[in-house]
């Protein structure tokens, strides 16, 4: 019998995404004996050629991860997209455009500026920077092309379903893999992962008042947090409201707030701006200035609403419209 041919591949990313499909342990050989593996760079030394020489929709499924910045991911996305039947966009940088997104508050200029030239550990006499084409010895050398921000997956290719997480945990990644096997998928579009807030299951919900209130925000190194109590409670912010269930909770068992990476809850667009209206809804301030207080006090707010989640963004994408580097991709 024919195996299904399976693609798993690395784009922007730390590759975490790619130690977390090893940590499925002995599941990861029932996969690779049910499947036949024709992609998978990190661990297997497979060759983009041989998937340019396979027919449209070849592959059953292309497990993509991490974001895209530049000409190269661009383009390793764009083949497997012609050549798989489904995409999965796995992890938060593929679906959402991760930590690497806050990047976006930088323009690619500043960006090479800083790591080329201005970094005190930067020696750079000749103030080379990195060139899409060089010769060298008569010989002509390229490197990819840096886009001017960072892409999520989906603003590149069409992807069929989303698995969040950064990384996914293994049981969600079992689960995605056995519904395409035996072929129980959700419709397309679809996010593989509980359609409720962090909310309403974390063990903490129940801590909370009936009426929930806060005076003052505090960081999570400032204080010592009750284990068992709601950290909005405590003034720590923390993005269960408006973060997808899924994760199992990880952070929370280690008493760290949720910071998002499951992306929105179903429905919502923007987690950030939908957090921001679970604040204005239990902010205890009597004025304006006293909101401002506050408000004030919530240091780096991208950096906590949007830490994973900003190349998705509604404000990210409305400002990048008004911008030229939009037409690269
Ligand atoms: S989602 Fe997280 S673990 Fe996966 S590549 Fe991005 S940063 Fe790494
Ligand atoms: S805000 Fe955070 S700590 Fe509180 S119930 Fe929601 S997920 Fe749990």
């Not at 987690?271 to 921001?276: R, S, V």
């Amino acid at each position: 019998m024919t195996k299904p041919k399976v693609a798993i591949c690395w784009l922007g990313g730390c590759g975490g995404c790619d130690e977390a499909v090893v940590d499925i342990n002995e599941v990861l050989l029932r996969v690779a004996a049910a499947v036949d593996l024709v992609l998978w760079p990190v661990a297997l030394d497979y060759k983009y050629e041989s998937v340019k020489a396979m027919k449209k929709d070849e592959i059953v499924l292309s497990v993509v991860n991490g974001h895209v910045r530049n000409s190269e991911q661009q383009e390793i996305a764009e083949l497997l997209r012609e050549k798989s039947q489904l995409v999965l966009a796995f992890g938060a940088c593929a679906c959402l455009g991760g930590t690497p997104g806050l990047a976006n508050l930088a323009t690619k200029q500043d960006i090479f500026d800083w790591v080329y030239r201005d970094a005190p550990t930067v020696v750079n006499p000749n103030g080379h920077y990195p060139q899409a084409v060089s010769r060298v010895n008569g010989k002509e050398l390229t490197l990819p092309e840096l886009h001017g921000r960072v892409y999520a997956l989906d603003d590149v290719i069409d992807v069929d379903y989303y698995l969040p997480g950064c990384p996914p945990p293994a049981y969600s990644i079992m689960y995605a893999l056995s519904a395409v096997l035996e072929n129980k998928l959700p419709p397309k579009g679809s996010t593989l992962a509980p359609h409720r807030a962090l909310c309403d299951s974390c063990k903490r919900n129940q801590s909370k008042p009936d009426r929930m209130s806060i005076r003052e925000i505090k960081r999570i190194h400032e204080v010592e947090a009750d284990p068992d109590a709601c950290f909005l409670t405590q003034g720590i912010i923390c993005l269960g409201p408006a973060t997808r269930d899924g994760c199992g909770e990880a952070c929370m068992n280690i008493n760290m707030p949720c910071r998002g990476c499951f992306g929105p809850v179903e429905g919502v667009e923007d987690g950030g701006a939908k957090f921001i209206s679970t604040m204005a809804s239990i902010l205890d301030a009597e004025s304006n200035e006293e909101v401002a207080g506050i408000i004030d006090q919530f240091i780096d707010p991208v950096g906590y609403l949007y830490r994973f989640s900003l190349p998705a963004a509604m404000l990210q994408k409305r400002r990048a419209r008004n911008r030229v580097d939009t037409k690269e991709v």
